[in-house]
């Protein structure tokens, strides 16, 4: 299957197209029965996997092994994968867009920023100059063949974020992300001078960009939208409540079951189990 032609073919078909940002291979096990595409969050793996914040702390040999755990169990999701700025040095991006492409990955986000890098709606990003950026964009552009690749830029003043953009736009890149955009006029001028390059928007709860349904990313013209930590901040107030009411019920556990409206033992197996028997066809009910 070609993953990413399959992902181009979503993201120019009619509305804005959601990624859910999963962080682990419950949260996919979970969101997968909601979407069809996943976005594998650099926010999330590094909390997930590292309990660090997203500052630079991810390794790419672990990332490429969670994308292929995903692939293993979703093998007809979109998996848009975040790679940071390709983890500093050009030829390591290459070698690992090449190895997220032959394990299935759709596609690649690929940042503008230098280190210490920051999640894209924090304070004090430092990028990189723009014709040093677009060196590696290009390098990591040819080193592809079907992998889909979106240019990042983390520019924050308006100026520099359109000549960016513009300069990204002009790429053989697939789709352009400027990350922290921080109002609805801004969107509207990004549009403008991408002209029909796609255009995606991040989304994160408490970060600097307006909260924004699909339909109103659709009327401005938005291609695509990520969704970085849904799952994640859900399970971190669910875990929250679960510990609290442990607490105070004196370590006894709740009821489970369908009544209960708790999750138990046999609902997760039920869940899990789904990602084993997606492998098989679906085979016709033998009549009795």
Known sequence: MRYGQALRDEIVAEGTTPLIGVHDMHS??????????????????????YGL?????????????FVERLRGAFPRHHLLVDIDDGYVDPEVACHVVQRLERIGASGVILE????PRRCGHADGKLLLPLEEYLEKLNLVLASRTDLLVVARTDATEEDEIL????????????????????????????????????????????????????????????????????CLFAAHRAMETAMAELKYADGRLPATGE?????G?????????????????????VPV
């Open 53 to 65: 914040p997203d500052i630079g702390f991810i390794a790419w040999p672990d990332m490429v092994a």
């Open 163 to 230: 000549r960016r953009a513009a300069a990204l736009a002009g790429t053989d890149t697939d789709v352009v992300l400027v990350d922290g955009v921080r109002s609805i006029d801004r969107i509207r001028r990004i549009r403008t001078v991408l002209g029909t390059k796609p255009l995606l928007f991040n989304q994160i709860a408490g970060g600097k960009s307006p909260r924004l349904s699909l339909t109103e990313l659709t009327g401005l013209g938005v291609d695509v939208a990520i969704y970085s930590t849904p």
């Open 265 to 285: 033992v046999k609902e997760a197996t039920e869940l899990l189990a789904r990602n084993i028997s997606r492998h098989h066809p679906v085979r016709a009910a």
């Open 259 to 263: 009544r209960a409206g708790e999750i």
């Open 28 to 49: 996919a096990s979970i969101a997968a029965a909601h979407y069809n595409g996943f976005f594998v969050s650099g926010f999330g793996f590094a909390a997930s996997y």
């Open 112 to 115: 503008d920023q230098r280190r």
